[in-house]
């Protein structure tokens, strides 16, 4: 019986070969496999995100960033509560806006024009500030890497304007501000108000706003509750443009 189960066996086999190779999948190069697993991959990693950004829209779905899983796996652990929009201070919300992305109500998810200009003055050979929008931001936080990376940066753009045309301005703004982080193991601004002010995210001064704002570039290095003089100045600068924030920010009233 055995040997009756091996032949049988055997003839299964050579009948699922020869469909594979009808099909393609023995007889195709390597390199066609390849690209077609690339595919698969890419389409993955596309549709995925804007899967996510989908439900993302429902108000009580409070994401996480890659950061924050990258703390879970290894048991680093981290500090987020989050909070909406409405209980933020609206002077936090004036600061990160003007610090970060002066033109966040006007464009579709991609500062053009900067861009425009960074990539000419790294085609110069000048070194170059960064041009990512918030929302840019946002989605890098959500779905990608830190780091300097062309691939990242080139990743980032179409899930921009995606995430651009499915939320509102107002829930990319509350997303940000509930991801972004503040310091090592603190993400959301309402961990933030409370490790380095001692108040609520809804209680912020506008001095301690700029602060905060002044921070984002760099939250390993920059402590806005010590603040160095080069912060020092930068927050007075932000906290100056804050005060005259109305026309920038009326997308979220």
């Known amino acids: 019986m055995p040997k009756a189960w ?5 003839r299964v086999a050579k009948v699922v070969i020869r469909e594979r190779r009808g099909r393609g999948y023995l007889t195709d ?51 987020r509560q989050w ?6 201070s609206p002077v936090l919300v004036n600061s990160v806006l003007v610090s970060e992305d002066g033109r966040f109500c006007s464009h579709a998810g991609i500062d053009w024009r900067q861009l425009d200009l960074v990539i000419g003055q790294a085609a110069e050979g000048e070194r170059t500030r960064g041009a990512s929008t918030i929302t840019m931001q946002t989605v890098k936080n959500l779905f990608l890497w830190n780091g300097r990376s062309y691939v990242r940066k ?3 753009l179409p899930l921009a304007m995606a995430a651009d045309t499915i939320l509102s301005k107002r829930r990319v703004m509350e997303i940000y501000l509930n991801i972004a982080q503040w310091g090592p193991g603190i993400y959301g601004i309402e961990a933030a108000a409370q490790h380095h002010f001692g108040r609520s995210a809804s209680r912020l001064t506008a001095r301690q706003a700029a602060l905060l704002a002044a921070t984002l570039p760099n939250p390993i290095l920059r402590n806005p509750a010590k603040p160095s003089r080069g912060m020092q100045r930068i927050a007075r600068i932000v906290e100056a443009r804050a005060r005259r ?7 979220l009233q």
């Open 83 to 88: 909070v909406s929009l409405d209980e933020i």
């Open 154 to 156: 080139m990743l980032e």
């Open 6 to 10: 091996g032949k049988r066996a055997r």
């Open 245 to 251: 924030a109305g026309p920038y920010v009326r997308c």
């Open 29 to 79: 190069p390597i390199h066609t496999r390849l690209l077609r697993g690339f595919g698969r991959a890419l389409l993955f990693l596309v549709f995925t995100p804007l899967l996510l950004l989908l439900v993302y829209i429902v108000p009580f779905v409070h994401p996480v960033s890659t950061l924050m899983l990258t703390d879970a796996v290894t048991f680093s652990g981290y500090d």
